[in-house]
């Protein structure tokens, strides 16, 4: 307990501190419940311009854009996309701003946040000293059987909020020195993110934004957020489209939409590289989970990766995958996977030339 709590510390040092002793044992919703995550834009513009726990030199790409206004044009054109929703590949063609509620069940004029905090589980670069600065947004488009946050993204477990207080989320987040904003399940609220966006850069917001997605995603919709985001960080869940129609409610078309969607995210952001201090401002870091008899096709989804990009692109092959909602009813991925399973990928990823992979401990596997 003393190493949590030094005796001499800042208020940043103590939110850090605290946040850490808070996940490390378990009571990580007695901590975000400390959170207020009702600030509007207007309450939190004071002095977080200053507190931008960005290093030197940094700007984020979206403040050009916002200087000329094309980000609020960009945000109203993905609004007026919600009037026939098409922000993602279902394509319900709802109309949200009505009220009329698609297969992600998300709201229109407003979103649903489940939770907003400096997240230290995240990948070391994002996390740093400060945290990275989470939002996590309710509802989903995917909807997979294994979803470990199934009461967020699929029973709606969040409170309703306007774009004011999106961005005085973000401000605070800012304020309380995380490294950056991070979206976690953006997609089907990206028009309110841009235009939180641009409310908080008008008021001091300075960190770099993540764009923390399934990988399932338009071209369209992907090229408004050009010169906005600064890293993104995709799943690349499925190799094969039969897998993913089974396991994440009929998205046959997966694997061929990520594929694309992860090169046009290379395009635009590049290969992630951290700054001096070790915390990554921009560039493209991908996530795979490997998943129990290999169900995601981990092995053509390194190959591909190496022979589609460059090989110093980030990869953390994720070794957390555990049979939570409703996996059990499926008995190929019913179990968590094995330390062989997990080594394959890894030797598969090194073989063919990946450098940059986030390998994480897999003692506690069974062989
Ligand atoms: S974002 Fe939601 S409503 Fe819009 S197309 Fe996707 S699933 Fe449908």
Not at 294 to 307: F, L, R
Not at 318 to 343: C, G, L
């Amino acid at each position: 307990m003393k190493d949590y709590f030094p005796e001499k510390t800042t208020r940043r040092k103590f939110l850090g501190n605290t946040a850490r002793l808070c996940f490390n044992i378990g009571l990580s919703s007695i901590f975000l419940s400390c959170f207020k995550t009702e600030d509007s834009a207007t309450e939190t513009a004071t002095a977080v311009e200053k507190s931008a726990n960005t290093g030197s030199g940094f700007e984020p790409a979206y403040l050009e854009l916002h200087k000329t206004g094309e980000l609020k044009k960009r945000a109203e054109k993905l609004w007026a996309i919600m009037e026939k929703c098409r922000l993602c590949p279902r394509k319900c063609g709802v109309n949200r701003l009505e009220g009329k509620r698609g297969f992600c069940r998300a709201p229109g004029s407003t979103l649903v946040v489940s939770s907003s905090h400096p997240h230290f589980g995240e990948e070391r670069p994002l996390v740093g000293k400060g945290g990275s600065g989470t939002i996590f947004l309710t509802h989903c488009n995917l909807r997979c059987v294994f979803c470990q946050n199934w009461e967020i993204s699929q029973l709606g477990r969040g409170v309703e909020k306007n774009i004011s207080e999106l961005a005085g989320m973000m401000l605070h987040l800012q304020e309380i020195g995380c490294h950056n904003i991070n979206f976690v399940t953006p997609t089907h609220y990206s028009p309110h993110i841009l235009k939180a966006i641009d409310t908080a850069a008008e008021t001091g917001l300075r960190l770099p934004i993540v764009y923390n997605t399934s990988g399932w995603e338009r071209l369209e919709i992907l090229r408004l957020l050009d010169g906005i985001v600064d890293i993104y960080l995709p799943d690349f869940k499925y190799w094969d489209s039969d897998m993913s129609a089974k396991y994440s409610s009929n998205a046959e078309s997966y694997p061929e939409m990520a594929r694309e969607a992860i090169l046009e995210m290379h395009r635009q952001v590049g290969v992630a590289k951290p700054a001096k201090d070790g915390i990554m401002q921009r560039g493209l870091m991908i996530r795979h989970l490997v998943m129990p008899n290999n169900t995601g096709g981990s092995e053509e989804i390194m190959e591909w990766i190496a022979e589609n990009l460059p090989k110093d692109t980030y990869v953390n092959i994720m070794a957390q995958y555990s049979p939570v909602y409703k996996a059990y009813d499926y008995p190929k991925i019913a179990r968590r996977i094995t330390r062989e399973e997990y080594k394959r990928v890894v030797k598969k990823a090194k073989e063919m030339g990946l450098t940059n992979l986030d390998v994480q401990g897999y003692w506690w596997l069974q062989k």
